[in-house]
């Protein structure tokens, strides 16, 4: 009895060093305590969620340069940032065409040198059955909520991983990681840029350089906005127009950009916003048949919502 005793209270003192050791250790979370000074690129910054983080990392004492397609909305977004006594640069650029997102970088990197802090952020929208859609309306979606982030991580990876104190958020949603209806273009290229911010974080992630998907669930912007407010439109088979979301399942684009802020401290690797976003994720992955069961099924009362085949909500405006 006295040996397995001792023997057990040994095991217990190794696990306790162990555990002591590897607490004092450096974080991974020590990276970006310091945002102030830093340089940071924000796409769909005129309104929405783009808006609010450029604002937010504007608080923090970051400079800004600000890309959008809505050259109006970014002029406003601009001014705002600069209130706060920080550098703002903007470009106006559709993300959707690769020549002017390489032009808006290489006049970044002419300016700065440098820069610490990636926020891919726009993103459009199409909602309706998939088999309503056209070549160019998919092949835009893809293009900008998908392509383009993709280039733009490639083309500053080498000057991100030479500032040794980076991060990259691209910013994603709830609908890249459980199923939904008419959304089809939309989730599929929000289901890879999850598998893309994975694949990164795998590769680069460390100390020196974070790497987040942020998953909001509903965010009252004006894509959603836009969406929602079209809907009596959108008749279904029974001839009544779809639901709208109820009020209290939304956020805001301020508490998004505030979790956002709060991820690249900790360096956080994916962070699905709004309590119902988080729900809805857990139950698919505790209860995956259940949801999928869900998801299908129980909308086949309704039918799919037929919708004109140009209901394609354009949001390089800041989602």
Known sequence: MRRRAAETDFFTAKVKFVIGRRSAAPSVASLMKIIRGKKALVTGAA???????????????????????DEAGLALTAREVASRGVEVVTATCDLAEPAQITAAVRALLSRWGRLNILVNNAAVLFYGPAHRMTDEQW?????????????????????????????????????????????????????GLIGFTEALRTEYGGRSFGITAI????????????????????????????????????????????????????????????????????????????????????WRNKGPAELEADRLVRDELGR
């Open 139 to 191: 092949n835009r979606v893809m293009s900008v909520n998908l392509a383009a982030p993709i280039q733009l991580a490639r083309e500053l990876l080498p000057t991100l991983v030479r500032s040794q104190d980076a991060h990259l958020v691209n910013v994603c949603s709830i609908f890249g990681l459980v199923g939904s209806r008419n959304v089809a273009a939309y989730q599929t290229s929000k289901y």
């Open 215 to 298: 998953c909001p669930g509903f965010v009252s912007t004006p894509m959603v906005e836009r969406v929602v407010g079209s809907e009596p439109e959108a008749k279904s088979r029974s001839g009544k127009p779809p639901t709208p979301p109820p009020a209290w399942i939304f956020t805001t684009p301020e508490k998004v950009a505030a979790k956002t802020i709060a991820a690249m401290r900790r360096n956080r690797g994916i962070v699905v916003v709004t309590p119902a976003a988080r729900l809805l994720w857990w139950l698919k992955r505790l209860f995956p048949g259940a949801v999928d069961w869900v998801t299908r099924e129980g």
């Open 47 to 69: 309104s929405g969620i783009g808006r609010a983080i450029a604002i937010a990392l504007a608080d923090e004492g970051a400079d800004l340069y600000l890309v959008d397609i």
